[in-house]
């Protein structure tokens, strides 16, 4: 089993940053991706940005540009997405993932966490 433990994430003014982090334990499958998904009240959850074991990248087409950025320490097995000139429309319930396994079909995620930008 693969237990995900958030950090980070709160309320901010629009144009403000937030760093979100994510650490994995547990039986972790050596190649793997991690990445953060977004909910906002009434919507699906979506993609923000997700980075594999060997540092490719895939991000969302609204956060492209350079605003976020993923990374990831493979050591820890910790990813974080720093957030930077944040938009209203970027606030919602932030949640991390794990996949692994052939055509990545395990999945995991963390308990959530908020993201609020206040204009």
């Known amino acids: 089993q693969v237990q995900l433990v958030q950090s980070g994430g709160g309320l901010v003014q629009a144009g403000g940053s937030l760093e979100l982090s994510c650490e994995a334990t547990g039986t972790i499958f050596t190649i793997n991706r991690m990445g953060w998904y977004r909910q906002a009240p009434g919507k699906q959850r979506e993609l923000v940005a997700r980075?594999?074991?060997?540092?490719?990248?895939?991000y969302a087409d609204s956060v492209k540009g350079g605003r976020f950025t993923i990374s990831r320490d493979n050591t820890k097995n910790t990813v974080h997405l720093q957030m930077n000139s944040l938009k209203p429309e970027d606030a919602g319930v932030y949640y991390c993932n794990l996949e692994g396994g052939v055509g990545w079909r395990h999945s995991y995620w963390g308990q959530g966490t908020q993201v609020t930008v206040s204009t």
């Open positions: 980075i594999t074991t060997s540092g490719t990248t895939d």
